[in-house]
């Protein structure tokens, strides 16, 4: 009968011949952490450009009062409508785009894909005209806390509207 493993002889002792070990190559947990690293980098890049997209088309709105129409009560109302989000979320890309002539260095880099929705809203709230270039200098490199850190000794910023006019009742 065969063996499913090669023996051999050495001294009067049969001796099994282990397999070469498999070739030295990464391990799959870390095949997994890159392959995931590089699709939520490349998928979360495009979801920013997408979204700085639609706050460009807020931007005409607003300079257009286009968003207006019977029944609509804000471009945040307009916003809910057509793009279907929620009522913060809306505020926020309202507040972006509301603020985005002031923080050319932040929108940049939000509509090259390099800051996220989250970080963009955060910056338009607090951060003044003043520190844009600061603040688009550093903010690529951290975590949402660590910027929610960073700005939270700012005062929130205007940004042109009135609490009657920000959202409907």
Known sequence: RKLSYPVVRVGGMSVVELPAPPPAGPAPQEVAWRFAEGEAIEVMGTVNVAVARLVAAVRVLLDTDGWEGVGIQSPEHW???????SRPRAEGLVTIAR????????WALFESGRLGEDA??????RVPPSRDTEVAAI???????????LLRSLPEQPDGTTADTFFWN
């Open 79 to 85: 916003l809910c409508w057509k793009a279907g989000i």
């Open 99 to 106: 603020r985005a002539r002031e923080l050319p260095e932040c």
């Open 120 to 125: 963009m809203v955060r910056i338009a709230r």
């Open 139 to 149: 903010a690529p490199s951290l975590l949402i806390a660590q910027l929610d850190r």
